[in-house]
T-cell receptor, first 110, second 113 residues
Framework: DAKTTQPNSMESNEEEPVHLPCNHS???????IHWYRQLPSQGPEYVIH???SNVNNRMASLAIAEDRKSSTLILHRATLRDAAVYYC???????????FGTGTRLQVFP | DGGITQSPKYLFRKEGQNVTLSCEQN?????MYWYRQDPGQGLRLIYY???????QKGDIAEGYSVSREKKESFPLTVTSAQKNPTAFYLC????????????FGEGSRLTVL
């Protein structure tokens, strides 16, 4: 199983950009990198995923290192609603196995 | 609307009883998953299934059992062998083959008295 390393917690002020890092040095070449977040008292929700190229959607951007050993989730302007635990997860291509790590707890201050 | 339905939302059981949590999806997804979450902790994978009639153990399968007789259904049984069954259980699905996002149900909170 590919292992991930994320900081336990990060802080941001409202309206500022946030860069959430993830190390996945054991990822294989065909594993997609998924990001999910979990708001308090809710199930996780999808944020973004990618393979090699940087990806953008309405929620966030995903920057993937050229060697694919790390990635960064970028929230361009943090809001109070973005306070959540963010999980970086490699999706194993052949097995569809999805293992959640401990994630990063993001606090956003007004 | 397509989605994942988990039931019941809350469940209380006496120690030593088996309980079955339901998970149904109408998204035509191949892959389905069961996760357990304890207070203040992350999600841990119990079982997952890539296709009908096939499933694999996750990291904490002991004391749990599943079946996948139909594509849309993936029930989880918490047996009396599970030492600490009180937890929040989440079911999820996705299309499989490295495509798309994981969709989650709203969860089932099991309390064993």
């Amino acid at each position: 199983d590919a292992k991930t390393t994320q900081p336990n917690s990060m802080e941001s002020n409202e309206e500022e950009p946030v860069h959430l890092p993830c190390n996945h040095s054991t990822i294989s070449g065909t594993d997609y990198i998924h990001w999910y977040r979990q708001l308090p008292s809710q199930g996780p929700e999808y944020v973004i995923h990618g393979l090699t190229s940087n990806v953008n959607n309405r929620m966030a951007s995903l920057a993937i290192a050229e060697d694919r050993k790390s990635s960064t989730l970028i929230l361009h302007r943090a809001t109070l609603r973005d306070a959540a635990v963010y999980y970086c997860i490699p999706l194993e291509y052949n097995t569809d196995k999805l293992i959640f790590g401990t994630g990063t707890r993001l606090q956003v201050f007004p | 609307d397509g989605g994942i339905t988990q039931s019941p939302k809350y469940l209380f059981r006496k120690e030593g009883q088996n309980v079955t949590l339901s998970c149904e999806q109408n998204l035509n997804h191949d892959a389905m998953y069961w996760y357990r979450q304890d207070p203040g902790q992350g999600l841990r994978l119990i079982y997952y299934s890539q296709i009908v009639n096939d499933f694999q153990k996750g990291d904490i399968a002991e004391g749990y059992s599943v079946s996948r007789e139909k594509k849309e259904s993936f029930p989880l049984t918490v047996t009396s062998a599970q030492k600490n069954p009180t937890a929040f259980y989440l079911c999820a699905s996705h299309r499989g083959a490295n495509t798309g996002e994981l969709f989650f149900g709203e969860g089932s909170r099991l309390t064993v008295l």
